[in-house]
């Protein structure tokens, strides 16, 4: 028997993992503990985990809670149990100095839990994955970070998914959106290419076209001047070096909040934030009813991305 319930030693399928501080409350205005946290993306799971295989995880950590201090971690090796697989990945110019990270791959239940464990509210990955040897494939995702300037919130976001959409279509890409879990949210597309840097210049091309016609409600520069009011369309993100908060993961606001698909009739629908913002509760009655709304981005169908693709409208 366990001699401290708020410090089990418990069995996940086979893998022996001892948690800790289940009691600890890490959003003070929900109340919602670490021992909530670990029961979400436990029942998550099996919609999350696809999503994540294969792609290195770059893990926030909030130890002390949202209200806390926090940090991103790539390199887990020093602290990461053996049976937990990682995958050693060239980091130049890391602020920290080293040249590489060995990073944490969540491929199952027990590593998922093993990250929850150790406070990590926030699950990044890239738009790539690495194959069972290590080696990494070009990027099979194209996304679009929808990044509202105050006064414009997720609102505005919907009206320039909506637009994205329009053009992606237009060159043969499906669009599949999802709340960011905070202000803004992503769009992604799946896709082939055979060059990283393909995906970024596509993307940004079509950020500034949208720009172009839009430039009362979209800028593609990062530039903060140019962002109050507007969407910030961040094509950004497709740099192999940059990673996007998961699809199901919480996010670190004060109430536990998810990053969640949503369904295109919900993004026509919006006006308020409300309408496309879903607590940890909420995001699995909505699984539970609706199932992975981002199950197309796991399957074979995958239009090609090539250096001359361009908007033909």
Known sequence: ?????????VDIDGRSLRLSNLDKVLYPAAGFTKGEVIDFYVTVAPVL??????????????????????????????????????????TPGSSRGSEYADFALVQDLPTLVWTANLASLELHVPQ??????????????????????????????????????????????????????????????????????????????????????HPDLVVSRMTKKLRAGKVLIDWSQNNPQKTTIAPYS??????????????????????NPGDVTFTAAEATDRIASRGDLFAPLLGPDRPSLRANTVYHG
């Open 49 to 90: 985990l696809p999503h994540v295989r294969d792609r290195p995880l770059t893990l926030k950590r909030f130890p002390d809670g949202v209200d806390g201090a926090s940090f991103f971690e790539k390199n887990v090796s020093r602290h990461a149990p053996d049976w937990i697989r990682t995958v050693r990945i060239d």
């Open 1 to 9: 028997m366990n001699a401290d319930p708020n410090n089990p030693v």
């Open 250 to 271: 919480l996010r670190a606001r004060p109430h536990p909040t998810v990053s969640i698909p949503v369904a295109w009739e919900e993004v026509a629908d919006c006006i």
């Open 128 to 213: 790539w994955t690495v194959g069972p040897r290590g080696g990494v494939h070009e990027p099979d995702l194209l996304v679009f970070d929808l990044d509202p300037g105050e006064p414009a919130t997720v609102v505005e976001c919907c009206r320039v998914a909506r637009l994205l959409r329009e053009l992606l279509a237009d060159d043969g890409f499906a669009a599949y959106p999802k709340t960011s879990g905070s202000k803004g949210m992503q769009l992604y597309s799946p896709i082939r290419t055979n060059d990283s840097q393909h995906p970024r210049e596509y993307a940004r091309r079509l950020a500034q076209r949208v720009e172009s016609e």
